[in-house]
């Protein structure tokens, strides 16, 4: 890799450190070709990436970030999963290291908060953005349901009576 492809890395790797919600790093070390590719399809699926990279390049393109909080863990084999979404990157790689102990997760950064392994699996438990706009619109949704409900109510109210009085009259 030469010099100018090294500055442009550099350069990805900081626009990535600056606009995702959350990064989280970990070593892959032992996992094979497939298992990384399952890794990138679940992370994509999830609206997020992944990212391996010379750490000593992150570790430049870190410099003056949020979550340059993040430099310590980058040392020996590893991996950076990102998402614009502040928690679909750290549900994926919590998942995916239940299932394969070859993922052991280091830690993190949400912003400028740092998070070590145990911050990384609270994030992954919370809702993620879609989740929440769903509660929320639900939340919204229900009172309006409830007045409409309760406006039809009296006239089927009357219209059940009316029907009453009119077979008691027959």
């Known amino acids: 890799m030469d010099r100018a492809q090294k500055e442009q890395l550099v350069e990805d790797l900081g626009q990535i450190f600056e606009s995702s919600g959350v990064v989280v790093v970990a070593h892959y070390e032992g996992m094979t070709v497939a298992e990384m590719q399952d890794l990138r399809a679940q992370m994509r699926e999830a609206g997020g990436s992944v990212r391996v ?16 909080s993040i430099a310590e863990y980058l040392s020996g084999m590893t991996v950076l999963a990102y998402s614009e979404d502040p928690v679909a990157a750290a549900k994926v790689v919590d998942k995916y290291a239940k299932g394969n102990d070859k993922l052991v997760v ?26 929440l706009i769903a509660s929320i619109v639900g939340c919204i949704g229900a009172p309006a ?15 059940s009576i009316l029907s009453t009085i009119e077979e008691k009259a027959a």
């Open 53 to 68: 990279a010379k750490n000593k390049l992150a570790k430049i393109a870190l410099e003056g970030k949020p979550c340059e």
């Open 106 to 131: 280091l830690g993190g950064a949400m912003g400028d908060t740092a998070l070590d392994p145990a911050g990384v699996k609270s994030v992954a438990g919370m809702p993620s953005r879609e989740e």
């Open 145 to 159: 349901s409830n007045i409409a409900g309760a406006i039809g109510a009296p006239a089927s109210n009357i219209a």
